[in-house]
């Protein structure tokens, strides 16, 4: 994602000239494969574990998160629309940051996992989607709910998005 350029890289090369970006006006969402192409290098799918007062003392939270920068909130709520799901965010101290979060289990049963199962991700992206798939597959079968099967849930996310070996 271009944020810009940073205050310590503007203090280091005065001599540069930032130009203005240009306003890409998206009108719609062409087709699910651009939509691939796009989650591929816009998106992230998370595991989040938070304490709970369940028998294992954890919840499991899945996550999945389109980001842009603010001046893409068009592009931002022309995908809300078309996943006909999420909740859209600013996010940052500053908020030039616009998320796209869908956390409801069954718009990411339901919606995410068959639009991606369709039409494939890209390199890393789709080894996060698959780990993503099984950990949802996990949680839909009751299998996050006992030490042993949140365990397994652990060791997956442990090797996704950055953590990932290969």
């Known amino acids: 994602m271009n944020w810009g350029l940073s205050e310590k ?18 009108t719609n969402i062409p087709d699910p494969n651009w939509l691939a192409g796009f989650i591929t290098g816009e998106s992230n799918f998370g595991v989040y574990i938070q304490k709970s007062n369940t028998k294992i003392g954890h919840q499991v939270r899945l996550k999945f998160i389109i980001s842009q920068h603010e001046r893409d909130i068009k592009l931002m709520n022309l995908l809300k629309q078309y996943l006909e799901c999420g909740e859209i965010y600013k996010k940052g101290s500053e908020k030039k940051v616009v998320e796209l979060v869908i956390t409801k289990i069954t718009d990411i049963t339901n919606i995410i996992i068959p639009l991606f199962t369709n039409n494939s991700l890209h390199g890393m ?39 990932r070996l290969i």
């Open 9 to 26: 890289f503007k203090t280091e090369f005065i001599d540069h000239t930032p130009i203005s970006r240009p306003i890409i006006e998206t």
């Open 125 to 163: 992206k789709q080894l996060d989607f698959l780990d993503f798939c099984k950990i949802a597959k996990l949680m839909g079968e009751g299998k996050h709910l006992p030490l042993e099967g949140f365990d397994l849930i652990l060791s997956i996310k442990a090797n996704m998005n950055k953590s």
